[in-house]
């Protein structure tokens, strides 16, 4: 594999994002008016993440790393990249035990959320259990 190249995809790209997803059954999805940051390889995406304009900042959804690459850095890189081009607040929702990798990325947990974020992880928790993470 050559040394990913992280970027902003440009809009017109942005299908290859679900595509990427579905190649990997991944349930996640893009959404319009989404900006969307990608790892790519040979001109294949590897990794990918989504944000979302929120009150005051962005909401950071659909991180995934193809299983072959996980735990080479790629996810750490690639937020690096992501959030080295965005000085507002970015927050995040996470499972517990990924709060350790969102912390070395520079991450802290967070309280309280925008209304907004504050809602979706409410109605988020009554499924699964979920941390707020917060970044800048």
Not at 64 to 90: K, N
Not at 108 to 130: F, G, I, Q, S, T
Request: charged share 20%.
């Amino acid at each position: 594999m050559s040394t990913p190249h992280y970027r902003c995809l440009p809009s017109e790209l942005q299908p290859l994002l679900n595509k990427f997803y579905r190649s990997h059954r991944s349930p996640m999805r893009g959404q319009a008016g989404d900006e969307v940051w990608v790892a790519q390889s040979s001109g294949d995406i590897v990794a990918a993440l989504s944000l979302r304009p929120v009150s005051a900042g962005q909401w950071l959804t659909g991180l995934f790393v193809a299983p072959a690459l996980r735990r080479q850095g790629v996810a750490g890189e690639l937020l690096r990249a992501c959030l080295a081009q965005h000085p507002e607040a970015i927050w995040l929702f996470c499972h517990p035990q990924l709060r350790c990798f969102y912390q070395r990325q520079g991450f802290v947990d967070c309280d309280p959320l925008p209304a907004e974020l504050a809602e979706r992880l409410a109605r988020y928790r009554r499924n699964k259990p979920l941390v707020s993470l917060r970044a800048h």
